[in-house]
């Protein structure tokens, strides 16, 4: 099993509507989360960390659920600038080290 | 402003060749680390630098070497002995080992013919 594991979508969504990724972990990446985005062909980076009673930044809202051991993002009111690939990271405790998952994409269309 | 340069944007190599991706920052981070992506796959750790003079290897370091002679600079050789070169490799900073906020250069495009 995948330590940080996500569908790889496409997510193709309207613009205004509300998505969810949701990204599962095994144990050893287990310490910290955070959300990246990734444009196409670009570097990622960092969109916002994952709070263990839930955090929100603007339209974005990240939760952790330890018992299920999965990260979840949602986005509301889609803009055309949301489409992208967002990546879920765990930060191993043990190794003191980033795993990334793959990454879902999102393609919000007028 | 402050940020990571990577060079070249784009690589071309023929088989056998050793090519070096240059890694440079002006942030005054201790840590530097070196990622390659490939489609469909995580980002994997090649090789990563705590301080001046020291680094480790990642998960994928065969194949890879580093070095780290300044603060500012972590250059990255693809030998010929590494199988897969072609990917897009990533270099990227952070204040220190441990935290989850690593600025990243824009990649640099290795393919090899």
């Known amino acids: 099993r995948k330590e940080v594991e996500q569908d790889p979508g496409p997510f193709n969504v309207p613009e205004g509507a509300t998505v969810a990724f949701n990204c599962t972990y095994s144990?050893?990446?287990?310490?910290?989360f955070f959300w990246y985005r990734q444009d196409c062909r670009k570097e990622p980076k960092l969109l916002m960390s994952v709070y263990s009673s839930g955090n929100e930044d603007g339209r974005f809202t990240a939760q952790l659920n330890r018992a299920s051991q999965y990260i979840s993002l949602l986005i509301r009111d889609s803009k055309l600038s949301d489409s992208a690939t967002y990546l879920c990271v765990g930060l191993s405790g043990g190794y003191n080290k980033l795993i990334f998952g793959a990454g879902t994409r999102l393609a919000v269309h007028p | 402003d402050g940020g990571i340069t990577q060079s070249p944007k784009y690589l071309f190599r023929k088989e056998g060749q050793n090519v070096t991706l240059s890694c440079e920052q002006n942030l005054n981070h201790d840590a530097m680390y070196w990622y390659r992506q490939d489609p469909g796959q995580g980002l994997r750790l090649i090789y990563y630098s705590q301080i001046v003079n020291d680094f480790q290897k990642g998960d994928i370091a065969e194949g890879y070497s580093v070095s780290r002679e300044k603060k500012e600079s972590f250059p990255l050789t693809v030998t010929s002995a590494q199988k897969n070169p072609t990917a897009f490799y990533l270099c990227?900073?952070?204040?220190?080992?441990?935290?989850?906020?690593?600025?990243f250069g824009e990649g640099s495009r290795l393919t090899v013919l």
């Open positions: 990227a900073s952070s204040l220190g080992q441990g935290t989850g906020e690593l600025f």
């Open positions: 144990n050893s990446a287990s310490q910290s």
